[in-house]
């Protein structure tokens, strides 16, 4: 979806360039070791708020000062205990495919638009003239060859019902991370997606997408990591993209009939009956010939290691991902092409022994897959790996070793709970460290679900926020490569990215409704066009802020949060917004705003917010 840039207005420029400056300096110093702290002091309420969810709403804080952060925290670790009640029912209430299973998908909007494209092409191809002989040219007064019919009003439905499978996903996860009370939760489901990424944009992935995250993902973020591992290995989405479901020994079982050549050579045999077994070994050989050649595929069997398990320093080496591809071969996927699930094919299999990092596996069809992941789930290297990854989400870019070291003998004492290395991460001392506090730079998801929920916004049509993703450089299920998006600073600060943010705060703002009419509520001056951002038409939030209602995608009471440009506006929403912190530049920044929504959106757009 298209993002609209208009001139930025100098308070907001000065506010990017100083945005840039801020994000990119500053490692972290020495930590001063800590504990989940008894005092729930705003600025630690708002940091734990921030890390373990996708940032406070308005009386979140005062919430979790009431309960107390330990209790708050212990909460999160067991989300099935929290109702998400109304979340629940809108989800049921607005879309209809999220619990589909991917043959229900595939039956019911992948096939309908296939067999509508295929009788189109068929019956153009019965309306094309006939093709001249040999190079006979094409003489001057002949008519061009007929265009391509449009789609018919059925194919257009059918393709639009297609495109809206991935389109409730998105809009779906949007609506998890602003409305979701089980935030941890969600942060996990987006982490663990993140870690075992497959690309929407890739074939049949497009089909399974919804039943990977529901069934492979999201049921074992805070469970064990071999149950996540094993789901994930056996789900046609990551066989798909990965390629492992095409993976197959090289040496098919059967070959030749070695009979036949033995037949051959008894004496007793007459001419004719020489000739006719001639015959069929030469058929044999020339249908062995004919034959697709089959081979490994490494794909999967590399990413599970250096990716998903041991990382790139774990330890295993070419011979390693070559065993581990054998091993894998015949996990494969019944008829992709509609839908089907996992299939184990012995027949693709290789049967020879093998060897993985060092361990000896003898002939054993699917089970080899299975003492496979297990061997991988419980090396040191992986506890260390899944634990560095875990430990920077949630604490700095760099982690503190010492951290990495415990939440990795977390893992092995407790054989792979996640949920357990989560806590010892999320209530360390180096997670309460002065240096963690905004140490870490939002992800665009981060920023656009923090921006909605700081707010207060009622989020009344989730696409726009998927539009905005994909202006900000990160659309969901969009990562081509299977090492994910980036979690560090460095993939998300620069000047384009933070124009592009504040864009985004603008048009939240667009949406809002209490703001006296003026200028920028009749759709002049320097915010025209602001109500002109995705999902939007031209004017339309701006129109409707002018009469105190908003139409658009979300509802923003602008005078609940900024009633005007007063100093004492711009005070309250440093603290509710920013925590009571904001650098002098950024105060002075916030002084030149013109109006409520141009205060909000420049706070929104201060280098604090971009941190968490």
Known sequence: MKQILRPI?????????????????????????????????????????????????????????????????????????????????????????????????????????????????????????????????????????????????????AQAQQRNVGAELMQAKMLRAVLSERQLEEVLVDFWFNHFNVFVGKGQVRQYLTEYERQAIRPHVLGRFRDMLGAVAHSPAMLFYLDNFQSATPNPPVVLNENLERRMSDPRLTPEQRRQLAERLEMQQRQLKQRPQRGLNENYARELMELHTLGVNGGYTQKDVIELARILTGWTIDRPQAGGGFVFRPQMHDMGNKVLLGVSFAPAGEMEGERALDLLATQPSTARHLAYKLAQRFVADEPPAALVARAAETFRTTKGNLGEVVRVIVTSPEFFAPEAYRAKVKSPLEFVASAVRATGATVVNAQPMVGALQALGMPLYGCQPPTGYSMTADAWVNTGALLNRMNFAVQLMAGGRGEPAGPRARGEGPGAGAGRGPGLGPGRAGAARGRGQARGPWQVDIAALAPDTSEASRERLVQTLLAGVASDGTRQTLARAGSPSDLIALTLGSPEFQRR
Do not use: C, W
């Not at 019965?126 to 007064?141: H, V």
């Open 9 to 157: 207005r100098p308070a907001v420029a000065a506010l990017t360039v100083a945005g840039v400056l801020a994000l990119a300096g500053g490692a972290l110093g020495a930590r001063q070791r800590t504990a989940v702290p008894a005092t729930t002091d705003v600025r630690t309420v708002t940091h734990v708020l921030n890390r373990l969810g996708f940032g406070p709403r308005p009386g979140d804080v005062e919430r979790v000062q009431a309960m107390g952060l330990s209790a708050y925290i212990e909460s999160q670790l067991q989300p099935e205990r929290i109702g998400n009640d109304a979340l629940e029912a809108r989800l049921d209430r607005d879309f209809v495919t999220l619990d589909m299973t991917s043959r229900e998908i595939f039956e019911k909007y992948i096939q309908p638009a296939t067999m509508l494209r295929r009788e189109q092409q068929k019956q153009q191809a019965q309306n094309a003239p006939a093709p001249r002989r040999g190079s006979e040219p094409m003489m001057s007064g002949e008519p061009p060859a007929p265009a391509a019919p449009p789609p018919s009003p059925e194919m257009r439905m």
